[in-house]
């Protein structure tokens, strides 16, 4: 095979891991915006199941299970191993009861490989 650019097999080899490189960098930023939608779709669907089996009961639903009620909600934000997740909604009662298992109060928590850790 002719060698247009007169490289040696060595710069050749350099310049393939340049090249790659700079995809592999480029494939892992191209994924993780769609990583972090994925997630924090997950976590604030998951913290919507886990209040309502908090409250025990559907929205505007009369129930003599009811333990509390729904009461909007407020967004934090949690750094991951992918990056930082900005606004989840975190669902809200009226009197304050639940505590979601994704955040401990008033600390900031990233995921690892290791598992849960605090920032």
């Not at 490189?21 to 994925?38: K, T």
């Not at 669907?45 to 009369?62: F, N, Q, T």
């Not at 639940?98 to 850790?117: E, I, K, N």
Request: net charge positive; hydrophobic share 35%; proline share 4%.
């Amino acid at each position: 095979m002719d060698n247009p650019l007169d490289l040696t097999k060595k710069q050749l080899s350099e310049i393939m891991g340049d090249v790659k490189a700079l995809y592999e960098d480029g494939l892992e930023e191209l994924l993780r915006q769609p990583i972090l939608r994925g997630l924090k779709r997950l976590l604030e669907d998951a913290m919507k199941a886990e209040v309502l089996g908090y409250v025990k009961a559907p929205r505007h639903a009369r129930s003599g299970l009811r333990t509390d009620y729904l009461n909007g909600y407020r967004y934090r934000n949690l750094g991951t191993a992918f990056g930082l997740l900005v606004d989840i909604k975190v669902p809200r009662t009226e009197r304050r009861g639940y505590q979601p298992g994704v955040f401990q109060r008033y600390a900031r928590r990233r995921v690892c490989a290791r598992g849960w850790t605090k920032r």
